[in-house]
Nanobody, 116 residues
């Protein structure tokens, strides 16, 4: 059974940083594509970042200069490093993974709130 467990969310002030983690069991990130999505209240879920099996990454334009996605193969964990946070980054952040895109598996989400 595949499980994706996000952690690292919380309340941060404008300009601050957070590091989200997604720990996987039942699936190996290095053999699959992993991504982060976010959903703000009243809005559709949107793609934030992708890291594929070879390690190539993609970041949405809205976060390109501020966020980084990375992978720790030894710990089977994917991270989303978020800096220079803005109020519009407030959302529930979801980890997604699988052998297709979007992946078949989702985490439960972690709340990120950026206060001004």
């Amino acid at each position: 059974q595949v499980q994706l467990v996000e952690s690292g969310g919380g309340l941060v002030q404008v300009g601050g940083s957070l590091r989200l983690s997604c720990a996987a069991s039942g699936i190996t990130f290095s053999s699959n594509t992993a991504s982060w999505y976010r959903q703000a209240p009243g809005k559709q879920r949107e793609l934030v970042a992708i890291i594929n099996s070879p390690g190539s990454t993609f970041l949405a334009d809205s976060v390109k200069d501020r966020f980084t996605i990375s992978r720790d193969n030894a710990k089977n964990t994917v991270h989303l490093q978020m800096t220079s946070l803005k109020p519009q980054d407030t959302a529930v952040y979801y980890c997604n993974a699988g052998n297709q895109f979007p992946g078949q598996y989702w985490g439960q989400g972690t709340q990120v709130t950026v206060s001004s």
